[in-house]
């Protein structure tokens, strides 16, 4: 099993900046793929950012150029700088894992960007 535990959220005005962290149980070399996912009010679950062991990145367009997923090995955290925040941001970001086949999830951190 993996625990996975986020950090970093809070409000911020449009334009601004947050940086999110997860930090895991267990060594990011034993984990796949890590990535962070957002859900809005009355919205699906979507895919924001992830990161292979190999450090291969992945994004959603509405966020390319804007934020940026990054490993501190040492650490064991994953870390989502978000920069030049639009309201539209504005949701509930979880951490995700991928090991051995299964998924596990932290618990989520509210993100808020005021217009």
């Known amino acids: 099993q993996v625990q996975l535990v986020e950090s970093g959220g809070g409000l911020v005005e449009a334009g601004g900046s947050l940086r999110l962290s997860c930090a895991a149980s267990?060594?990011?070399?034993?984990?796949?793929?890590m990535g962070w996912y957002r859900q809005a009010p009355g919205k699906q679950r979507e895919l924001v950012a992830d990161?292979?062991?190999?450090?291969?990145?992945n994004y959603a367009d509405s966020v390319k150029g804007r934020f940026t997923i990054s490993r501190d090995i040492a650490k064991n955290t994953v870390y989502l700088q978000m920069n030049s925040l639009k309201p539209e941001d504005t949701a509930v970001y979880y951490c995700r894992g991928s090991y051995f086949g299964s998924a596990y999830w932290g618990q989520g951190t509210q993100v808020t960007v005021s217009s």
């Open positions: 267990r060594s990011l070399f034993s984990i796949n793929v």
């Open positions: 990161s292979t062991r190999g450090g291969t990145a």
